[in-house]
């Protein structure tokens, strides 16, 4: 796996939450494919796809599959930091011996924000 970077982590109670940097898309996209349809919409929020495309012609949540693709794409489209290299900020959650990657996203204050909404369902 490429070299990734840690941005932010912190503890609390039982879980422990990291944000990697990482230029892995395979890892990005494993990442994606486990996020649920709560981090999905705060992907879609910070991603703004109707502030660059007509509202008229973007999925609807009631269209999963053409709404999972769009996201997906518009995320790599975003991550691209030149011709060919992408970075994504991955968020990571260990909780009772278990390390699961819940959401992914093209910028740092994004997966922050998410990062620290987990931490705050904690408390």
């Not at 709560?38 to 509202?55: C, G, M, V």
């Not at 970075?87 to 992914?104: H, I, P």
Request: charged share 30%; proline share 6%; net charge negative.
């Amino acid at each position: 796996m490429p070299a990734q970077e840690l941005f932010f982590e912190q503890t609390t109670g039982t879980r422990h939450i990291e944000v990697l940097k990482t230029y892995d898309q395979q890892f990005a996209r494993e990442a994606f494919d486990n996020m649920d349809e709560e981090a999905q919409t705060h992907l879609w929020n910070s991603l703004k796809p109707e502030d660059i495309y007509d509202p008229e012609g973007l999925p609807t949540v009631a269209e999963p599959e053409d709404r999972s693709a769009f996201l997906w794409d518009e995320l790599v489209d975003q991550a691209r930091e030149d011709w060919r290299t992408f970075s994504y900020f991955v968020v990571n959650e260990a909780k009772d011996g278990r390390t699961e990657s819940l959401y992914v996203s093209p910028d740092w204050p994004s997966a922050e924000a998410f990062a620290k909404t987990r931490i705050a369902s904690e408390q």
